[in-house]
């Protein structure tokens, strides 16, 4: 989801990538639910709609990613940039650069915090579309350093969720969260082999890993995540006032 000047009406805010491509991760083709399903799609899309509200409005990661996208000249705007879906799959969401949109799977996101999780996530890879130019389609390490990033800085590898996962107690677990996390993730949206994801993520892996913009550091619970916050809300004043 990139930035554009000011002045372009909603639907042509954010810059659009230089070639077309299938959808990140692929959508469905639009179409009419199913009669017998029409009262649980629904409920799941408003469910889905509350859910991305309140993330959007409370967590401090994203209000942090948002005042990001701000002062980098890529405003978000909850109705044209966010897209309540059915997937397919076991995908949580994706950031769709061909329609600068970040797709919310309202058919697998199963609480809150897993809202709050993927709408970071993906406010991430938003964010990294905004300030640089990158080559989602073509260059596998473009993408495998925004999954870095993303994995890094959205919570994804937190200790809370790992020992959910019944990872931990390794060495540097966090980086080899990281590192699992994003090979998965370029797996789950490129058909290239296991082993061409590890060299892509091998390759970039520290430079991408120590690149905490915009939280300043690696933000492991909300509590950094607000003192992330203040603190680039006094560098973007303390910027605007020289």
């Known amino acids: 989801m990139a930035g554009a000047a000011d002045g372009r009406g909603a639907g042509e805010q954010l810059r659009q990538p ?6 990140f991760p692929e959508r469905p083709a639009p179409g009419k639910p199913e009669q017998g399903f029409l009262s649980s799609f629904f409920s799941s899309h408003q469910k889905c709609q509350l859910m991305l509200l309140k993330t959007l409005q409370t967590n401090p990661y994203v209000k942090l ?18 897209s309540c879906e059915d997937c397919n799959g076991n995908v949580s ?5 061909s329609m600068s949109q970040i797709v919310l799977c309202q058919n ?12 970071t996530h993906e406010l991430i890879h938003a964010f990294d579309h905004c300030r640089a130019h990158v080559d989602w389609f073509t260059n596998v390490r473009h993408l495998a350093c925004s999954e870095i990033r993303a994995a890094n800085l959205s919570g994804d590898c937190s200790l809370v969720n790992e020992i959910f996962r019944l990872h931990f107690g390794l060495k540097q677990h966090h980086q080899t969260c990281v590192r699992d996390r994003a090979i998965l993730s370029i797996l789950a949206v490129r058909n290239i082999s296991k082993e ?47």
């Open 93 to 97: 969401g994706g950031f769709d650069a």
């Open 196 to 242: 061409v994801a590890e060299k892509a993520v091998d390759e970039v892996f520290e430079s991408c890993f120590n690149d905490h913009e915009p939280f300043g550091r690696i933000p492991h619970n909300k509590t950094y995540a607000k003192y992330a916050h203040r603190d680039f809300q006094n560098r973007d004043r303390y910027y605007s006032n020289i």
């Open 18 to 23: 230089p070639v077309a491509c299938q959808a």
């Open 65 to 82: 990613l948002l005042d990001a996208m701000k002062h980098s000249g890529c405003a978000v705007n909850r109705e044209r940039h966010f």
């Open 108 to 119: 697998n996101i199963r609480n809150q915090a897993h809202m709050n999780r993927v709408v």
